[in-house]
């Protein structure tokens, strides 16, 4: 126990040294030890229900039965391996989700400059001195103040996890779809047959309220309000770094608003610090965003976040291939027992390998089949609620490392019991006379 305690304590010390943030260390440290208790758990289900199966195979019948043998430690194999196993396949879906959303979807001519807070008198030196054909995107900013007859509450909303209709947003004004938007609900961007401001919705808004087509909004533009009709509702139809609106307005309709220009541009490694200096010398009012840095930045964080789990994730692969062989040590007497017994009554050789190779694929099976599954839920939740990315189960993946871990354990299983299997039946019976 009291090692056990310290183990636990020195984990939490160094979570807490690397991510250097009370909150997340202990909010990492409480789903390590959620997940050590729903492995135990879902091992001990597992346990009692392959215990009553009434299986006809002898070879079979018997591998299962000696998973219960006395010392077997059969449990704390499993939870050991379904935990620690979890954790790296959930590393693995999670980097290869982000990969898939940001690398490989991420076409060639993707902006990776961003330039924000363009004054509309600098737009044509601007775009000259940049001399990269772009679109330029204006932008009011607006805070919403109701949705038809219901008030929005800003200090109420800012209490919902995730966004919420209390932020100040990014309106923009335009007559066409961008690259990746489509109309989910409404015929067009705007209606010719409707009278009054129009405005065009992202589908994000409906998770944060319930809108619909003919519903009205109401901003408020540094103090003046304005009301508004939805006359569609967009979305993106793929996960990008280009830019995007949850608000779109009829072209021209908020010019005379305040308002600032932004745009987006993709520039090659060698010109992206010259172009950056020299606009920004030029226009020392604009704000530069390179995104390869912040990529950058993203990547060291997840790496010091991956060092550490990937640390105690293989120590407890150790650990639990420590286990199989001291658990396989610990019942070497029943095994012998057990193999003896089997020559004795006619058995050959192969016979008992290929019970003790059901045993250790029986605890193999489990164990990575449950940490798979694990990590697949674990890996969506993540990616779905806290990265807001759509979600690949990658299913072939995770089978090759299902069948890596089945290989792994079974040979780690069956490599202390060569000496078991060795053992001749009449020195062993000779042994217990003398004794």
């Not at 001519?109 to 001195?129: G, V």
Request: charged share 20%; proline share 3%.
């Amino acid at each position: 126990m009291l090692t056990a305690t310290i183990i636990f304590l020195f984990f939490i010390g160094m979570v807490l040294w690397q991510l250097r943030e009370m909150k997340t260390g202990l909010y990492f440290t409480f789903g390590v030890a959620l997940l050590i208790l729903i492995s135990s758990f879902a091992a001990e289900m597992l346990l009692v229900l392959l215990k009553r199966q009434k299986l006809k195979t002898l070879i079979i019948r018997q591998a299962l039965r000696g998973l219960f043998r006395p010392r077997n430690a059969t449990k704390a194999i499993i939870i050991t391996l379904s935990a620690s196993l979890s954790v790296i396949f959930s590393i693995y879906l999670i980097e290869q989700n982000l990969d898939a959303t940001f690398i490989e979807s991420y076409p060639p001519d993707a902006p990776n400059l961003f330039f924000l807070d363009i004054q509309p008198s600098q737009l044509d030196a601007f775009s000259q001195a940049l001399g990269i054909k772009t679109e330029f995107y204006p932008i009011v900013r607006a805070r919403i103040t109701a949705i038809n007859d219901s008030k929005i509450d800003p200090s109420t909303e800012r209490q919902r996890r995730g966004d919420n209709l209390g932020r100040t947003f990014n309106l923009t004004y335009r007559n066409h779809l961008l690259e990746d938007e489509v109309i989910i609900k409404g015929k067009k961007l705007f209606r010719e047959d409707w009278e009054g401001l129009q405005v065009s919705v992202l589908d994000h808004v409906s998770k944060m309220k319930k809108i619909a087509i003919g519903d009205r909004i109401m901003f408020k533009i540094q103090g003046i309000p304005l009301e508004a009709r939805i006359s569609s509702i967009r979305s993106r139809s793929r996960e990008s770094l280009r830019p995007y609106f949850y608000f779109v307005f009829p072209e021209n309709s908020l010019a005379d608003a305040p308002q600032t220009i932004f745009t987006a541009v993709r520039i090659g490694k060698q010109q992206r610090s010259a172009v950056q200096t020299e606009l920004v010398k030029k226009f020392p009012n604009i704000s530069v965003i390179d995104i390869t840095q912040t990529l950058s930045s993203f990547a060291k964080v997840l790496k010091k976040l991956s060092l550490i789990i990937r640390f105690f994730t293989l120590f407890s692969i150790i650990a639990g291939i420590l286990i199989i062989i001291s658990s396989v040590l610990a019942t070497r007497y029943a095994r012998i027992q057990e193999a003896v017994y089997y020559k004795i009554l006619g058995a050959k050789g192969v016979f008992v390998l290929n019970v003790f190779m059901f045993e250790n694929l029986f605890i193999a099976l489990v164990s990575a089949g449950l940490a798979v599954i694990l990590a697949q839920i674990g890996s969506w939740i993540i990616c779905s609620a806290i990265l807001e990315i759509s979600y690949t189960p990658f299913l072939m993946n995770c089978a090759l490392l299902l069948l890596a871990t089945v290989i792994l354990v079974v040979a780690v299983g069956l490599l202390p019991a060569s000496s078991i299997l060795r053992q001749k039946p009449v020195l062993f019976l000779r042994e217990q006379t003398q004794e």
